[in-house]
Structure formats: structure tokens, C-alpha cells
């Protein structure tokens, strides 16, 4: 067994392979959590008998809960000083909660009243949400720390996007394998099931807290800024509220529009044939999972070509274009160009978001030459709070243009006026926000001049002030 050496001087900070895999494999733990809860909403309606309506507030609720929690979490979470470390603590206590909690929720009886599985949903539900949002904002905050190249930052949010993929691969078979027989039904399947996931996301927190090194443990050890102050001035950040505002008219575009985008397939481009529907849509998940896999390896060489603000640029340029294209796309008389759109825009979405991820490790740095302070965990929560607050908005707005396109689901087909309406509300928002992300993008400040010279001043700061510089992790077994 041999040691890695330490960082050579004045070359910056990257953790090794193994701690940035063992770092990306932690993110099982957060997105399996959310997606075997996720399943709730189909589940919950089909084989608990519950309200779709009931079922969906009882998602809502939960989440805007979270989504306040989020910036007060961070922000203790960077001050939080132990002997385990800042975000450690806050990782396996949430883990294990949630695990706990993921498969309370499918322990409701089918038997009970709407009232009763609706509590029952909501309060375990709720417990759920904020343990995600807990692990998710630890989690993420502690990958800001693998490195301080610009580049290597690309690749370090590659890794983490790459277990995204593969999850969201797996879980679109989730379903289908609740239903098989050998479980009886899909509410004893789903049991059966969390139980397995929980005893993965508790492994998945523990391998990384034991294997990764914090390196910020003695960050923000003299007196530091109240939240609020410090939560205006994380806004007050200039990069960081234009990443903000281009969130919005991202998450905006691609929830809404995919949200009655379902529908429109289903009942417009399929003409009410949910087989076929149902088919292409996973044949697209498929190839988008493929795809999304295929795209890592070449995100740090992207990043150095182009830039994280040229992967913003180039993300936001092609779903424009694409939104632009669905007149194309959307055609009744050839279904399977639905398929088009996998093979195009999921490794671009891919290295969009991964441009996103990989940026806020540099606002991070920016805004400690500015304050003194390392708040990963607060940038990360007012990030996760807005994500949040949007997709709880977007439930509500999908249903609301639904019912104003007149959509009746309880016909096997929709009148032609009814889906030239759903049409009309499904792409022209979609083309108004990818614009809108657009030009965000374009004027994004912060490149990589820009944050080179960002951190000469940080390393230049840590000379003068040594005791505010980050701890170094120690050699790791390689």
C-alpha cells in the first residue's frame, strides 16, 4: 500500500479518485431517498385508493417545508463545528432518519379513509422531505470541497451527475417490479423494496463520512455572521443571483412544459394510446440514460474548451432551439419523433447542469475573499430552496393549465379544441423560458479568468492569515 503525495505548492487543491467516487457514490443515499418517495404519487393513488388531488398536496406541503428549512439549515451547517466535522454529523443523522421514515410511508393500511392515509402521507412525508433536503445540502456542500481547480470542479460534479443517471435509470423500473408476483400486490412490493433502499442510503452515507476527509472543519471558527445578514449578502452576490434567475427560467421551462408535455403526448401526439405513449417514453428514458452516462467522461474536457459559462451558454442555446423545434417534434403522424429529443437533449441537459454545480464552488471562493467565511452549505440551501419552490409551483400550474385548456381526464380522447389549447400552453411558456435562460447565460459574469484571479487573492489572503486557511486533508491509502 503506498500513500498519495500532498498537493504540490501553490497547485490547486484536488482530492484523490477515490474519495471523489466515494464522494459521488454518497449521492445515493439523497436521490434514492426522493425517488422511492416519489413513487408515492402514483402508488398512493392507484394501490391505496387515495385522492390524486390529496396525493398531491400531500407532496406540496412536505416540500415547501423543506424548502424553508433549507436556507436555516445551511446556514447552522457552516457553523457547525465537531469532532466529526461540519457536514458529517448532519449527513449520517439524516440518513438514518430518513431511511426510517421512507419505509414508515408504506406502511399505511388501503383500508383507512382518504383523511387518514392523507395525514398519514403528509406527516412522513414531510419527515422525508426535510431528511432529504438535509443529506442533499451536507452532501453537495461537502463536494465543493474536493477541489479548488476550476476545471476539476467540472469533473468532481460530473461524477455526482453520473449517479444521478444511473438511479433515475433504475427507479424507472421500480414500478414494474412492485407488481411482480411474488410480492402479492404493489403496496407489499413497495415495502419490501424501501426497506432495501433504506438499508442502501444508510451504507451509501456511511462509506462516504468514513472514507472522505472534510477539509473546512475549522472553517468560520471566530465569530461569524448571523443568518439573515449572511443570507442577504449570498443574494447580493452577483454571480450567484444571475445562476439564481437562470435557474428560474430553467426549471420553470423544462417542469412545466414537461409536465404538460405528458399529456400532450398521450392524448395529442399518441391519440389517446397510453401504451404507445408510455413505450416511447421509455424507450427515451433508456437512450437519455445512455447518453447522460456516455456525456461524464467528456465534461472536464468541455470545461476546459469552453468554459462552465460556455457549458451555460451552450445548454441554454440548444434547449432554445429545441423548444423552437417542437412544431416538428410534436407530430401525430410520426410518434417516435418523441425520441429525438433523448439523444439530443440529455447530454446537453447533463452538462448544463453539471456547468451548474460546478460553478457555485467558485462562487464559494468569491465570497469568501469577500466575507472571510466558507458558507457552501448556505449557497447550497438558497439554491436547493428556489429549485424547491419551483417544482411545488409547477404542480399547481400544470393542473391550472390543464383545467383552463378544458382537459377531462376522464375521457379516453380530448376534444380538437381542447388539445390545440394544451398544445399552445405546453410550448409557447417553454420557448418564453429557455430565452429567458438564455440570456441569462450570456450575461453570466464569472469565467475563468475571473476566478483564477479570485483564488491568487484567496491564496494570497491564506499567506497573510494562515490561521484562516482551509485544513489540507491528510494523505489518504491509495
Known amino acids: ?94 440518513a438514518v432518519l430518513g431511511a426510517i421514515m421512507l419505509v414508515c410511508v408504506w406502511w399505511s393500511n388501503p383500508a383507512w379513509g382518504e383523511w387518514a392515509k392523507f395525514f398519514y402521507l ?23 470541497e474536493l477541489s479548488d481547480d476550476y476545471n476539476e470542479r467540472a469533473r468532481v460534479a460530473a461524477y455526482g451527475g453520473l449517479i444521478i443517471t444511473v438511479l433515475l435509470l433504475a427507479n424507472s423500473w421500480t414500478y414494474w417490479f412492485a407488481l411482480r408476483p411474488m410480492f402479492g400486490n404493489e403496496v407489499v412490493g413497495m415495502r419490501w423494496i424501501s426497506a432495501g433502499v433504506a438499508i442502501l442510503i444508510i451504507l451509501s452515507a456511511l462509506t462516504v463520512c468514513i472514507v472522505c476527509k472534510e477539509r473546512f472543519t475549522h472553517a468560520n471558527i471566530r465569530k461569524h455572521e448571523p443568518m439573515l445578514p449572511a443570507l442577504r449578502k449570498a443574494v447580493k452576490n452577483r454571480p450567484f443571483f444571475m445562476l439564481l434567475i437562470y435557474k428560474f427560467f430553467q426549471l420553470f421551462g423544462e417542469r412545466v412544459y414537461a409536465g404538460v408535455l405528458v399529456y400532450i403526448n398521450i392524448f395529442y401526439v399518441c391519440a389517446g394510446n397510453k401504451d404507445l405513449a408510455t413505450k416511447i417514453g421509455g424507450i427515451a428514458g433508456a437512450i437519455g440514460a445512455f447518453w447522460g452516462i456516455a456525456t461524464v467522461p467528456f465534461i472536464r474536457a468541455f470545461s476546459r474548451r469552453f468554459g462552465k459559462r460556455g457549458g451555460l451558454v451552450f445548454g441554454a442555446a440548444v434547449m432554445f432551439v429545441s423548444s423552437l423545434a417542437q412544431p416538428l417534434i410534436l407530430d401525430p403522424k410520426h410518434p417516435y419523433l418523441l425520441l429525438l429529443p433523448a439523444f439530443l437533449l440529455i447530454p446537453v441537459t447533463a452538462i448544463s447542469n453539471t456547468m451548474q454545480n460546478a460553478i457555485l464552488p467558485d462562487i464559494c471562493d468569491m465570497d469568501e475573499l469577500e466575507t472571510g467565511e466558507r458558507r457552501e452549505g448556505l449557497f447550497t440551501a438558497v439554491m436547493g430552496f428556489l429549485s424547491k419552490m419551483e417544482i411545488s409551483g409547477t404542480f399547481l400550474i400544470v393542473g391550472y393549465l390543464l383545467q383552463f385548456a378544458g382537459f377531462n381526464e376522464k375521457l379516453a380522447t380530448q376534444p380538437p379544441a381542447v388539445l390545440h389549447r394544451m398544445y399552445l400552453l405546453g410550448v409557447v411558456p417553454n420557448i418564453f423560458f429557455t430565452l429567458g435562460a438564455l440570456v441569462m447565460a450570456v450575461k453570466f459574469p464569472m469565467d475563468e479568468k475571473m476566478t483564477a484571479e479570485v483564488r491568487r487573492k484567496l491564496d494570497e489572503k491564506h499567506k497573510v492569515h494562515p490561521e484562516e486557511a482551509p485544513e489540507e486533508p491528510s494523505p489518504v491509502i491509495a
Open 1 to 94: 500500500m503506498t500513500t498519495a503525495p500532498p498537493p504540490a505548492r501553490g497547485k490547486p487543491f484536488t482530492a484523490s479518485n477515490g474519495q471523489i467516487w466515494t464522494w459521488a457514490l454518497g449521492g445515493i443515499a439523497a436521490h434514492a431517498m426522493i425517488m422511492c418517495f416519489g413513487i408515492t404519487g402514483t402508488i398512493y393513488v392507484i394501490g391505496f385508493g387515495l385522492s390524486a388531488v390529496m396525493v398531491s398536496w400531500a407532496h406540496i406541503l412536505p416540500r415547501l417545508l423543506d424548502a424553508a428549512l433549507d436556507p436555516i439549515l445551511g446556514h447552522w451547517s457552516d457553523n457547525t463545528h465537531t469532532r466529526w466535522g461540519r457536514r458529517k454529523p448532519f449527513m449520517m443523522g439524516s
Open 122 to 144: 403528509l406527516g412522513f412525508g414531510a419527515m422525508c422531505y426535510i431528511c432529504y433536503g438535509i443529506y442533499a445540502m451536507a452532501w453537495t456542500a461537502f463536494g465543493y
